[in-house]
């Protein structure tokens, strides 16, 4: 064997090694997701009070720290928690969870407008505003449930009107952060994804829809005529994980803003919801049900020309429809 010359055994023991080496780089590049704790189970969380107009409904919690002034009455199908020992708590899990998105290194700028932009997963930053000024902003997982997306946002995050947040590539909302150093104002008619944490104040126009949260640090939480659903990844219980997104039936039946595909055709995405409508089964006059009526009738033909009695029919068998 000539020195210097790696054996066959040698090179692909070296291919192998290589191949798990560039694995676990990738593995570790990954963006992280970022825990909200008890803060998940809350639609809206504010700071100095919550103000609503309109007929708002929110599937997840309210809450209130350290402010004690909720007007308006949303309609919430979770509970509603002021300044109490729970709604403290979710604060101080907003706090970790806004810092540690902030703290997290960029992966390049997101602009200043998002109108018509292509984001795959990592962490974007705007220094100072952040503005989606018309259309929509894609965010492609490529195919990766796990994928994580964070925009870092110095100051403002603003909307203009029937714009949208759209995921694709099996992108899951419970994967979507928007860090704001001030304010976030979404626009009348905006289709919002993602789990908005703003230090001060945050504004649901008009018939904004939302599917996420709304979490202010330390201002108020605006809202009129809104719709705001919950996500929580199916493998964690405090809005973490890789596992397919969960919705309720109620969620579903209220609609999902974001996709711009049914979630079945999607990679990852949403598994049937429990309860939700099914496809409609087949009518009991169906084909099947046809064919089996003309197999028996022909049988009691044959019957009555060989036999003197007729034997007692057998049970169909079973069809496409299994009421």
């Known amino acids: 064997m000539t020195r210097g010359v790696p054996t066959k055994h040698t090179a692909a023991l070296l291919l192998v ?4 080496l560039m694995f676990s ?8 997701t970022v825990g909200l704790g008890t803060a998940a189970g809350f639609s809206v969380l504010g700071g100095s009070t ?6 708002t409904t929110m599937f997840g919690d309210l ?4 402010g004690s002034s909720v007007t308006g009455a949303p309609h919430v199908l979770g509970e509603t928690h002021v300044d109490d020992a729970v709604a403290i708590g979710a604060k101080n899990a907003l706090t970790t969870a806004y810092n540690d998105a902030a703290s997290r290194p960029s992966n390049g700028s997101a602009g200043t407008d998002l ?30 449930p796990s994928a ?7 100051s403002t995050l603003i909307t203009g009107s029937n714009t949208s947040v759209v995921l694709t590539g099996g992108a899951q909302v419970c994967n979507v952060f928007w860090q704001v150093g001030s304010s976030a104002t979404l626009g009348t008619g905006t289709s919002f994804v993602g789990t908005i944490m703003a230090s001060a104040t945050i504004t649901a126009n008009t018939a904004a829809t939302i599917h996420g949260r709304l979490l202010a640090s330390t ?6 005529t809104n719709t705001i659903t919950n996500s929580n990844c199916a493998s964690s219980t405090n809005g973490e994980g890789s596992g397919g997104e969960t919705i309720t039936a109620a969620e ?8 711009t595909a049914p979630a079945a055709t999607l990679p990852g995405s949403m598994p049937p919801v429990s309860g939700a409508p099914s496809a409609p089964r087949p009518p009991i006059g169906s084909r099947t049900t046809t064919k089996h009526g003309a197999s028996h009738k022909g049988r009691h033909k044959r019957s009555s020309k060989t036999r003197p009695s007729a034997r007692p029919a057998l049970p169909n068998k079973r069809g496409a429809f299994t009421g």
């Open 25 to 32: 780089t990738s593995a570790l590049g990954a963006t992280a």
């Open 50 to 55: 919550v103000t609503n107009t309109g007929p």
């Open 219 to 224: 201002g108020a939480v605006n809202l009129d």
């Open 115 to 144: 109108s018509g932009q292509v984001f795959l997963p990592g962490v974007r930053t705007a220094s100072s505003s952040l503005l989606l000024s018309s259309g929509s902003v894609t965010l492609d997982a490529e195919g990766n």
């Open 17 to 20: 090694v290589g191949c798990t």
């Open 252 to 259: 579903a039946a209220a609609g999902i803003p974001g996709t």
């Open 63 to 66: 809450g209130l720290s350290p």
């Open 148 to 154: 994580v997306f964070i925009f870092q946002i110095g």
